[in-house]
């Protein structure tokens, strides 16, 4: 079954360190998103990208946060200089244009901000 | 803005036993989804339920949608100590439905 891949699994980073969290949707899947959950939480909305642009962003998605999609398959999120309140699992997911809004997930990455 | 919430927060069962988890929300939606999420891992899609069904149901999974209450319930009928995990509900709005919010979560634990 197609999965969406993530990397790294665990990055472990000082503060104010710029991040680059890494995803390989599947390949037919034309929407994509980034959420995080911080521990134990629940699952937030960061940002959603269509047609190699953003369609729609949350207010956790401040100027620090950047997606880009270079390569025509990796869908990349940057932290340029992260806090302390950024560690958390980023999940990134995607799906088809076909049919409903079933999102496919990654396995996560989990960011650790010291 | 629509956002989920579940309750019960954590609910532990025995093996055989029926969970019931519910959901509600504020705004209108298209849909509504559960998910399911392992320890430490990424969510899974379980079951939809569009706005204009009631009722739905997938092997040991039934989801109910009241949509005049705005809310949802999962039933999961003889559980096993594998379906321990978080549960999640899902809403799509009908003015966007390019994301979508995720609720709390239900924390099952199955004990066998």
């Known amino acids: 079954e197609p999965e969406v891949t993530q990397t790294p699994s665990h990055q472990v980073t000082q503060m104010g360190q710029e991040v680059i969290l890494r995803c390989v949707p599947i390949?037919?899947?034309?929407?994509f998103y980034w959420y995080r959950q911080i521990l134990g939480q629940k699952v937030e909305f960061l940002v959603s990208?269509?047609?190699?642009?953003?369609?729609?962003k949350s207010e956790i998605f401040d100027d620090q946060f950047s997606v880009e999609r270079p390569d025509g398959s990796n869908f990349t999120l940057k932290i340029r200089s992260t806090k302390l309140e950024d560690s958390a699992m980023y999940f990134c997911?995607?799906?088809?244009?076909?049919?409903?809004?079933?999102?496919?997930f990654g396995a996560g990455s989990r960011l650790t901000v010291l | 803005s629509q956002q989920g919430e579940e309750d019960p927060q954590a609910l532990s069962i025995q093996e055989g036993e029926n969970a019931t988890m519910n959901c509600s929300y504020k705004t209108s939606i298209n849909n509504l989804q559960w998910y399911r999420q392992n320890s430490g891992r990424g969510l899974v899609h379980l079951i939809l339920i569009r706005s204009n069904e009631r009722e739905k149901h997938s092997g040991r999974l039934r989801v109910t949608l009241d949509t005049s209450k705005k809310s949802s319930s999962l039933l999961i009928t003889a559980s096993r100590a594998a379906d321990t995990a978080s549960y999640f509900c899902?809403?799509?709005?009908?003015?966007?439905?390019?994301?979508?919010?995720f609720g709390t979560g239900t924390r099952l634990q199955v004990f066998p």
């Open positions: 990208f269509y047609n190699n642009e953003i369609s729609e």
């Open positions: 997911a995607s799906y088809t244009q076909a049919g409903a809004n079933v999102l496919t």
């Open positions: 899902a809403t799509g709005s009908p003015y966007n439905t390019d994301k979508l919010i």
């Open positions: 390949s037919n899947h034309l929407y």
